[in-house]
């Protein structure tokens, strides 16, 4: 189980500041699961819209904030990162590569 978690914790290390370097601030490190909840407002003004263009466009699966509650979700989108490395990491580069683009 340790392993497991040291290798959680790696992912979790490197994509949330991945994410916040793209602008999609994090609030709150993740501490328990395997989840990073971003801030997407300062690249659209609907998670829904955003996550849809992002898969449409970098190939990178997120899900909407609404999918987890009402309150503000139009802002958030959550990210797993339990998938490996490799992938978080092909991940990150697409949809930085978007987001320098524009989206």
């Not at 690249?43 to 449409?56: E, G, K, Q």
């Amino acid at each position: 189980y340790e392993r497991r978690r040291a290798a959680f914790r790696e992912r979790r290390d490197f994509i949330v500041p991945a994410l916040d370097t793209m602008g999609l601030t994090v609030p709150v490190l993740p501490d328990g699961a395997f989840y990073a909840w971003a801030d997407c407002s300062a690249h659209a003004s609907s998670s829904w819209d955003f996550v849809f263009d992002v898969m449409r466009r970098a190939h990178v699966a997120l899900t909407p904030g609404r999918d987890f509650g009402h309150h503000d979700s139009a802002r958030w989108v959550r990210l797993s990162y339990a998938s490996s490395m490799a992938s978080l990491q092909e991940a990150a580069a697409r949809l930085a590569a978007l987001l320098a683009r524009g989206a």
